[in-house]
């Protein structure tokens, strides 16, 4: 089994910073593209940013400048650093782990999603 566990959402103000966390657990050689979505109340589901595992990166437009995803391979963890929130920023983000390799050759399952952690942005 693969599990990701994600950390670090909360309450922040207008023009603040979080810093949000997921870790990837199980029998993990190592994992394709990591990425976060987020959905906001009555929203469908979008993408935030991606990155690969050679550290190509994707981002929203809404989110261009001032988020900035990472990864660290060994540790099977991608970050999510989000700058300069605004209050449309608000909604729960999930971590997306897509092509996740139980051996250098092989896949053991497509993706993977989070429970999702809150981010509400709020005076």
């Known amino acids: 089994q693969v599990q990701l566990v994600e950390s670090g959402g909360g309450l922040v103000q207008p023009g603040g910073s979080l810093r949000l966390s997921c870790a990837a657990s199980?029998?993990?050689?190592?994992?394709?593209?990591l990425g976060w979505y987020r959905q906001a109340p009555g929203k469908e589901r979008e993408l935030v940013a991606t990155?690969?595992?050679?550290?190509?990166?994707n981002y929203a437009d809404s989110v261009k400048g001032r988020f900035t995803i990472s990864r660290d391979n060994a540790k099977n963890t991608v970050y999510l650093q989000m700058n300069s929130l605004k209050p449309e920023d608000t909604a729960v983000y999930y971590c997306?782990?897509?092509?996740?390799?139980?051996?250098?050759?092989?896949?053991?399952?497509?993706?993977?999603w989070g429970q999702g952690t809150l981010v509400t942005v709020s005076p």
């Open positions: 990155i690969t595992s050679g550290g190509s990166t």
């Open positions: 199980g029998n993990i050689f190592s994992i394709d593209t």
């Open positions: 997306n782990a897509n092509g996740i390799r139980n051996t250098r050759y092989t896949y053991a399952y497509r993706e993977r």
